[in-house]
Nanobody
Framework: QVQLVESGGGLVQAGGSLRLSCAASTSIYSMNRMGWYRQAPGKQRERVATIASDGSTNYADSVKGRFTISRDSAKNTVNLQMNSLKAEDTAVYYC??????????WGQGTQVTVSS
């Protein structure tokens, strides 16, 4: 399994920005797909954004135009730039890696709290 460590969460006012990073124990370019998911209290975990091996990206409708997922080859991280944050973006954000055998790994999560 891939070890994933998230960072960058915190408390921000509505309209503000945060940048999450996910550091992986193996090359992120060797993964089938990597992504960010989130889980708010009392809700199911949901997909936020994913980036495939070819660099193609996919976003949940609720974050399109506000969030950007990217890869940093120098740091071997997958990042999530979050702009124009809303109270409803408050959740624990998890990094996920999917390998070519379709085995998935999760990070421990990082809390994002947006105050209105």
């Amino acid at each position: 399994q891939v070890q994933l460590v998230e960072s960058g969460g915190g408390l921000v006012q509505a309209g503000g920005s945060l940048r999450l990073s996910c550091a992986a124990s193996t090359s992120i370019y060797s993964m089938n797909r990597m992504g960010w998911y989130r889980q708010a209290p009392g809700k199911q975990r949901e997909r936020v954004a994913t980036i495939a091996s070819d660099g193609s990206t996919n976003y949940a409708d609720s974050v399109k135009g506000r969030f950007t997922i990217s890869r940093d080859s120098a740091k071997n991280t997958v990042n999530l730039q979050m702009n124009s944050l809303k109270a409803e973006d408050t959740a624990v954000y998890y990094c996920h890696a999917l390998d070519w055998q379709y085995a998935g790994s999760w990070g421990q999560g990082t809390q994002v709290t947006v105050s209105s």
